[in-house]
């Protein structure tokens, strides 16, 4: 059997800790009425361990087959040519760097990271590049180790460049600010960002705009996505944007 992608499992130790919490909710729901007690003490635990196992089951679920939707999703956004120089910031298995690759012919996608260790499952240079490798791609693909608030390359350098839930990681609004200026400096005048989270995003495209993006606006991610976020992100109260722009014409 052909070896399929990897993409990993999504902060893989929330995902365990939910699993086991949800477990114990569960039993300590079933023991509860097994000693008769009142019916709204076992009512609740059971609420909470179901709760947490299906957050737990859809983060799995996102991680395996939910991010390859979104990454079809963020990436119809960009008007491809195929000769593009594309940039991946936070680019860990390769999801959006690999996905950005199959659009291009003669062109190159550079993934950047410091590949944070329990950000992703097996998080590593290597497993990007046997994704790009698996998907025929390889050809097209180099990654590099390099921080998002200050990228290893020289500005006006991509057509365009895309992130993955790297903009919430940044760890201060500061951090934030770096990150996003840096994305704009290495653009090329009318070059395309795409980027994807569940926090900040509003913050962001209003940044971006300042910053040289006067176009940058969230676009809400549909409604295949609403169970997943629905229950990992605050009961549904936070929602999944991706934010899209261009760098105006004349900056450089």
Not at 27 to 50: D, I, K
Not at 60 to 85: F, T
Not at 182 to 198: A, H, M, S, T
Request: glycine residues 10%; aromatic residues 8%.
């Amino acid at each position: 059997m052909a070896k399929r992608p990897d993409y990993g499992l999504d902060s893989p130790a929330i995902v365990a800790g939910e699993a086991m919490l949800g477990i114990l909710m569960l039993g300590a729901a079933a023991l509860l009425r097994l000693l008769r007690l009142p019916a709204l003490l076992w009512v609740m635990a059971l609420a909470v361990g179901a709760y947490f196992l299906l957050n737990a089951l859809g983060m799995i679920r996102y991680s395996r087959w939910g991010k390859l939707r979104l990454r079809e999703d963020a990436l119809r956004l960009v008007r491809w040519r195929g000769d593009e120089r594309v940039l991946d910031v936070g680019c860990g298995h390769g999801l959006m760097l690999v996905g950005a690759a199959r659009h291009l012919t003669t062109g190159r996608a550079v993934g950047v990271d410091r590949w944070v260790r329990g950000a992703v499952s097996d998080n590593r240079p290597g497993a990007a590049l046997r994704n790009a490798t698996l998907e025929g791609v390889a050809d097209r693909v180099e990654v590099k180790d390099g921080d998002a608030r200050e990228l290893p390359f020289d500005g006006d350098t991509f057509d365009v460049v895309v992130s993955n839930f790297v903009v919430h990681e940044m760890d201060t609004s500061a951090d934030r600010e770096r990150m996003l200026r840096e994305i704009i400096r290495v653009l090329k005048p009318g070059g395309q960002l795409v980027l994807v989270d569940f926090i900040f995003t509003g913050t962001a495209a209003r940044l971006l705009q300042s910053y040289g993006a006067r176009d940058a606006h969230r676009v809400r991610v549909g409604s295949a996505y609403d169970w997943y976020s629905a229950l990992l992100l605050s009961f549904g109260l936070v929602r999944l944007y991706m934010v899209v722009g261009s760098k105006d014409a004349h900056q450089s």
